[in-house]
């Protein structure tokens, strides 16, 4: 049991980052609004969760303009897959 604890990533243990990987799991990339409408948070608190997961090089960033108007997309890493991955396989053990 101890062996699955160990293998509990902390940088998604919180609510807002484990949905924002989940969401990057499943799509390519998604926007920041597109985050924010889905998992309901403010664009402070989404803020800070993105920035942290990029600190951590969970997540990559583009940044364009379209009419003028800047637009921010988010898309899980390929180590930010993986850790994901291997969090989530340690969750599924730890409760059979």
Do not use: C, W
């Amino acid at each position: 049991m101890k062996e699955h604890l160990n293998n509990i990533n902390k940088a998604f243990e919180n609510r807002a980052r484990l949905g924002i990987m989940s969401a990057l799991m499943v799509n390519d990339q998604i926007d920041f609004n597109g985050l924010k409408a889905l998992l309901g948070l403010t664009d402070g608190n989404l803020a800070s969760h993105l920035k942290s997961l990029e600190k951590a090089g969970y997540i990559a960033v583009t940044k364009e303009f379209i009419d003028r108007k800047p637009k921010t997309k988010y898309m899980a890493t390929p180590s930010g897959k993986s850790a994901f991955e291997k969090h989530i396989k340690a969750i599924e053990n730890l409760l059979k």
